[in-house]
């Protein structure tokens, strides 16, 4: 079935940019209509949605995080990714990435990264 | 923005217990509503999608109402595995979750 899996630095100082990728395995990215997309969960808060991509490459994003996000595919590696720029202490949180199905709820989950901001 | 308000924030509540979490949205969203569960330290798990279908593999004592801007999760006989934080998502316009409901032992 399929997996997915987030990887990318666990410190990033304050005002540099967050990259984080998600790999999929057990599926094609580009194949059939999902929605892919990324969450984050500051330490003892609730679940934020920062943003997706469709397998057809669209992307949405949270207003309050659209000037920093960037969203994107790799489909010769079976990943997406997240670019968030401008970091802050606020921006310390464990990420997540999911699948979406269309009408569906997110059905597949990354593990999560812990991603701290602080110099 | 969609808003979701969750309520109660915290419930506390016994083995066989029946238990309901609401969600409300500030406008409507159809039925687009999915129900989460999360245990600390772990990835939420999908219960609910379109607001009452049961995710393949999860509970009967799981189930889920509603539609527009008012919608619940209840659990019919509370279990020791059900002790954790449920989440409401929109998915109808971007995409929101609510605050969360930690069900903890009373």
């Known amino acids: 079935q399929v997996q997915l899996q987030e990887s990318g630095p666990g410190l990033v100082k304050p005002s540099q940019t967050l990259s984080l990728t998600c790999t999929v395995s057990?599926?094609?990215?580009?194949?059939?209509?999902?929605?892919w997309g990324w969450f984050r969960q500051p330490p003892g808060k609730g679940l934020e949605w920062i943003g997706y991509i469709h397998s057809s490459g669209t992307t949405s994003y949270n207003p309050s995080l659209e000037s920093r996000v960037t969203i994107s595919l790799d489909t010769s590696k079976n990943q997406f990714s997240l670019r968030l720029s401008s970091v802050t202490a606020s921006d310390t949180a464990v990420y997540y990435c999911?699948?979406?199905?269309?009408?569906?709820?997110?059905?597949?989950w990354g593990q999560g990264t812990t991603v701290t901001v602080s110099s | 923005d969609i808003q979701m308000t969750q309520s109660p924030s915290t419930l506390s509540a016994s083995v066989g217990d029946r238990v309901t979490i609401t969600c409300r949205a500030s406008?409507?969203?159809?039925?687009?509503l999915a129900w989460y569960q999360q245990k600390p330290g772990k990835a939420p798990k999908l219960l609910i999608y379109k607001a009452s279908s049961l995710e393949s593999g999860v509970p009967s004592r799981f189930s889920g109402s509603g539609s527009g801007t008012e919608f619940t999760l209840t659990i019919s006989s509370l279990q020791p595995d059900d002790f954790a934080i449920y989440y409401c998502?929109?998915?109808?316009?971007?995409?929101?979750f609510g605050q969360g409901t930690k069900v903890e032992i009373k």
């Open positions: 998502h929109q998915y109808n316009s971007y995409w929101t």
């Open positions: 057990g599926g094609s990215i580009s194949s059939g209509d999902y929605y």
């Open positions: 406008q409507s969203i159809n039925s687009w």
């Open positions: 999911a699948r979406k199905p269309p009408q569906y709820g997110l059905d597949v």
